[in-house]
């Protein structure tokens, strides 16, 4: 079992920049593809980007490459979501996922979920 926990999210003008993190517990964090997922209101849930468990391999949702940047940290078992240049569209709650599934692909079946972090884009 794996245990997540986001922390970062907040409220951020258009433009602005967040960076969120996830700590990971519980069973060896290294193994894991871990990913950032997003839901705003209305829609359903949405892949954002996703690491491999030796950081080589990203793949990104095309509406945030450039933008978006993921990292982590396997001695802290700590993955982050650096985001520059916030739209009002990204507006959503922001769920940190791992897998044990190796990463192939812009895409990602979790096998454990965060809770969730808030961000708020105002225009």
């Known amino acids: 079992q794996v245990q997540l926990v986001e922390s970062g999210g907040g409220l951020v003008q258009a433009g602005g920049s967040l960076k969120l993190s996830c700590a990971a517990s519980?069973?060896?964090?290294?193994?894991?593809?871990m990913g950032w997922f997003r839901q705003a209101p209305g829609k359903e849930r949405e892949f954002v980007v996703a690491i491999s468990w030796s950081g080589d391999t990203i793949y990104y949702t095309d509406s945030v490459k450039g933008r978006f940047t993921i990292s982590r940290d396997n001695a802290k078992n700590t993955v982050y979501l650096q985001m520059n240049s916030l739209k009002p569209e990204d507006t959503a709650v922001y769920y940190c996922?791992?897998?044990?599934?190796?990463?192939?692909?812009?895409?990602?079946?979790?096998?454990?979920w965060g809770q969730g972090t808030q961000v708020t884009v105002s225009s």
């Open positions: 519980g069973r060896t964090f290294s193994p894991y593809t």
């Open positions: 996922a791992a897998a044990r599934r190796l990463l192939s692909g812009p895409k990602m079946e979790p096998n454990y």
